[in-house]
């Protein structure tokens, strides 16, 4: 049977349930944040994040200079004002992609906007 490649199942997101979220373009495509998809298994940490949560920084900083947080153990605070740990494997220039820590969970691959951060502090 032929599989057509523009089928409405093709373009489900299993990180976020049914494209029910996005708008779709006209060829069925999903508009909103791009998925990267998992990285290669050797870009997943491999113990967890350090036992203790940092303290506010003082200053706003926003994401600006996060590449120097690739592939190292990162406290996020958002503007929300959650905080979690991070440990980022893409850094493109609205999106980053990586790994965020749950105790519940272990890591798990997620991606965040880059105008979410309200601060971060890498640690090796």
């Given amino acids: 049977m032929y599989n057509n490649p523009f089928r409405e199942d093709n373009f489900r997101r299993p990180d ?18 791009p998925s990267f998809g998992p990285p290669p298994a050797g ?3 491999m113990s967890a994040p350090p036992g203790f949560s940092p303290p ?3 200053w706003r900083e926003g994401s600006s200079g996060i ?7 990162t406290y996020i605070w958002m503007n929300t004002g959650r905080s979690f740990w991070f440990f980022p494997t893409v850094i493109g220039r ?17 991606t965040i906007t880059r105008n ?6 890498c640690f090796r």
């Fill in 94 to 110: 609205e999106f980053i992609a990586g790994f965020r820590w749950s105790r519940r969970y272990g890591w798990y691959f997620r």
């Fill in 56 to 58: 506010v920084p003082a």
């Fill in 16 to 33: 976020r349930g049914d494209n029910d979220d996005f708008e779709t373009s006209p060829y069925g495509q999903p508009f909103g944040p």
């Fill in 67 to 73: 590449r120097s947080c690739l592939f190292r153990n």
């Fill in 43 to 45: 870009q997943m940490p």
């Fill in 116 to 121: 979410q951060i309200r601060s971060f502090e």
